[in-house]
């Protein structure tokens, strides 16, 4: 993966590194946001390091796509730090956070319907150098065959499955250095949760950093190395994925059990 530079400020907080000697990737600092006088995240911190996936899971209305949102520079913080690389990256524009490496798959799917697949793909590597264009369609054309095949049809044609892994592509097309996924089982039948769970596997076994959003609460903290539970705009338990799975509270309020 390449190294995009762009006009960042070097932040003055040296970050912590782990007992791997890794530092984080990602870190957040009391975070803030608000919609008008609402406010949407009081104060969360976490962080995230090189290779992890690390899931954000909680009730609706909770924070968690506010959370990616605020990530990408879409949703303006009010309060905090948001540091990236090492870099205080709070306040920069959301073009400029893509070209530094971080790339969501929105809520929803957002794809541009009237625009053909392949177009859609191209759209995602705006950022990327060019020389990489075409030898990563071919990587997502290995992924998704589906999206081979029907590559010149408009991508409002797709199943609803069909248009997540449209979504997942894009972003990947970007070459993120942390991928955010927001909800991408939202809507899926069972069997294509299992598909997209599996391309998310498949990811992280290449040694993506992913920040994953997920309703489906017992599949994401399965394959997470670590996990933090939002509750109205705060976190209220962080542990590895093992460790939420088997709290009894967790267990109670997001398993159903």
């Known amino acids: 993966m390449h190294t995009p530079t762009g006009p960042f400020t070097e932040s003055q907080n040296a970050l912590p590194e782990t007992p791997s000697g890794r530092p984080a990737l990602l870190r957040i600092l009391d975070l803030r946001t ?14 995230i390091h090189k290779g992890e996936l690390v899931t954000l899971i909680g ?12 990530l990408s520079g879409i949703q303006p913080i009010t309060g905090g730090h948001i540091l990236f690389d090492g870099k205080d990256i709070s306040h920069l524009r959301s073009d400029l956070r893509v070209r530094a490496g ?18 859609n793909l191209r759209l995602g590597a705006y950022s ?3 020389v990489y264009v075409e030898q990563d369609l071919e990587r ?19 199943s609803g499955g069909q248009q997540q892994m449209l979504a997942i592509s894009r972003a990947l097309m970007g070459r993120p250095r942390l ?32 920040l994953l959003v997920e309703q489906n609460a017992g599949d994401a903290l399965a394959i997470a190395d670590r996990g933090y539970v939002l509750e109205t705009g705060r976190i209220v338990l962080a542990g590895s994925g093992q460790d939420l799975s088997e709290n009894e509270e967790v267990r ?6």
């Open 34 to 47: 608000a919609y008008g006088r609402i406010e949407a995240l009081k104060g969360i911190s976490l962080e």
């Open 59 to 70: 009730a609706n209305g909770a924070g968690k796509t506010t959370t990616l949102r605020t």
């Open 102 to 119: 971080i790339c969501q798959s929105p809520e929803g799917r957002q794809v541009f319907s009237p625009l053909s697949i392949e177009d």
């Open 128 to 130: 990327a150098p060019r």
């Open 140 to 158: 997502i054309y290995a992924l998704f065959p589906i999206l081979k095949e029907k590559r010149h049809l408009p991508a409002g044609t797709l």
């Open 179 to 210: 991928l955010l996924l927001d909800e991408p089982s939202m809507g899926l039948a069972p069997l294509l949760v299992e598909e997209v769970f599996n391309v998310i596997r498949s990811l992280k076994a290449e040694g993506m950093t992913i």
């Open 252 to 257: 109670a309020a997001y398993l159903g059990m």
